[in-house]
Structure formats: structure tokens, C-alpha cells
């Protein structure tokens, strides 16, 4: 099974930060990665797919790269309603595989 | 616009079978584009898979729940269901339905349900 890491386990910034978040797979998985947003009582929502595709509706200021094993989240100029927890989630191959959680706290 | 909805008891007990049911609305759940899932998070820890299944039936689990779960799909109520047998007090957690876009990660969630194992 493909195990997912993330980096940091929390974070805190301030408003207008430049913040990433790593995330590494224990194998490649091509760029197989997902990033979600999950704030506090709600369902995760996702954000990029494919490790750098940016869904319908997401702001711009939100991207991701990576390919193979090791994959980063960022976020170029924090908003308040980006303090949330964050996620990424490997589609390669099953049993799919989340990372623990990155909490994005306001400093 | 897409929406799914998961139903079913808040409290099941220990050794007995938990049954969850996701409704889709504003879509069809025999799209040939998509896989249906179930993910699952216990309180303040982190998101589990569960399993998927696809229109057709056909179906993969997460090995870790396998022997304790069946996953089925009534295309003509647009639902799929979760049933986890021999539940513990492990199994609480808020059980999310979600499409799967073709191995482009969970694109719509249901709401989410609490369901708590206790006697």
C-alpha cells in the first residue's frame, strides 16, 4: 500500500503569507495527487487534481506541483478563509490514501 | 447541480451492522464517467477510504475493511449503499459519500453523517 506524508502537521501565518505544504508518497505515483480544503463540521473540498490542475471555481491563488514522490500545496497570499485543514490524497492505485493533515492556523 | 445526501442510524451497536445510504440528485448515478465512494473520518483524525463502486457494480475496498464490508449501488433510486458488519467502537466516525472523477480525486461530498458505535 502507497502510504502519503504530510509537511507540516500545523502551520501558522498570517494573512498575505506565501505558505506550501509538502506532501510525500512512499512510492511513485506519477502525478496522481489530489489537495483538499476541509473546514471545521464540513465535507473536504477538492482543490487540485492531477497535482496541478486547479478545479472549476477554485481562486488562483491556490497551485500545486510536484510529480513522482514528492508533491507541495501553495497558497501565494493568504485569505482568512484559507485557515482550514488541508489534505492530499493519492488516486494512483487503491487502497487509495490520504495524508494526516496539515492545520493552517492564523498566527 | 450534483448533490448527494447520506442516511441512516447515528448509533449502531457493537457487533451489529452499520447500513448508510447516499442519495444522488442532479445527476445520474450510471454515468460512465464515474466511480462512487465512501470515506470516513473518526473525530478529529484524519480521512480514511473506504471502497468505491462503479454503475455497473462492480466494486474495490480498502483491504483494511474488506471482510467487514459490502458496497452496493440501486441505479434505479440513483443510491449506493455502505453496509460494515461486526462494527466496534472504532467504526465512529462521520461517513462521507463522494463522486469519484476517474482517478482525479473526490469531486462532490455529501454533507456527512455521524455515526457513533456504543451499547
Known amino acids: 500500500d502507497i502510504q502519503m506524508t504530510q509537511s507540516p502537521s500545523s502551520l501558522s501565518a498570517s494573512v498575505g503569507d506565501r505558505v506550501t505544504i509538502t506532501c510525500r508518497a512512499s512510492?511513485?505515483?506519477?502525478?496522481?495527487l489530489n489537495w483538499y480544503q476541509q473546514k471545521p463540521g464540513k465535507a473536504p473540498n477538492l482543490l487540485i487534481s492531477?497535482?496541478?490542475s486547479l478545479q472549476s471555481g477554485v481562486p488562483s491563488r491556490f497551485s500545486g506541483s510536484g510529480s513522482g514522490t514528492e508533491f507541495t500545496l501553495t497558497i501565494s497570499s493568504l485569505q482568512p478563509e484559507d485557515f482550514a485543514t488541508y489534505y492530499c490524497?493519492?488516486?494512483?492505485?487503491?487502497?487509495?490514501?490520504f495524508g494526516q493533515g496539515t492545520k493552517l492556523e492564523i498566527k | 447541480q450534483l448533490q448527494l445526501q447520506e442516511s441512516g442510524p447515528g448509533l449502531v451497536k457493537p457487533s451489529e451492522t452499520l447500513l448508510l445510504t447516499c442519495t444522488v440528485s442532479?445527476?445520474?448515478?450510471?454515468?460512465?464517467?464515474?466511480?462512487w465512494g465512501w470515506i470516513r473520518q473518526p473525530p478529529g483524525k484524519g480521512l480514511e477510504w473506504i471502497g468505491s463502486?462503479?454503475?455497473?457494480?462492480?466494486?474495490y475496498y480498502n483491504p483494511s475493511l474488506k471482510s467487514r464490508l459490502t458496497i452496493h449501488i440501486e441505479t434505479s433510486k440513483n443510491q449506493f449503499s455502505l453496509h460494515l458488519n461486526s462494527v466496534t467502537a472504532a467504526d465512529t466516525a462521520v461517513y462521507y459519500c463522494?463522486?469519484?472523477?476517474?482517478?482525479?480525486?473526490?469531486?462532490?461530498w455529501g454533507q456527512g453523517t455521524l455515526v457513533t458505535v456504543s451499547s
Open positions: 492531477g497535482a496541478y
Open positions: 463502486i462503479y454503475y455497473s457494480g462492480s466494486t
Open positions: 512510492q511513485s505515483i506519477s502525478r496522481y
Open positions: 463522494a463522486r469519484e472523477n476517474d482517478s482525479r480525486g473526490f469531486d462532490h
Open positions: 490524497q493519492q488516486s494512483y492505485s487503491t487502497p487509495y490514501a
Open positions: 442532479g445527476g445520474s448515478i450510471s454515468s460512465t464517467s464515474y466511480y
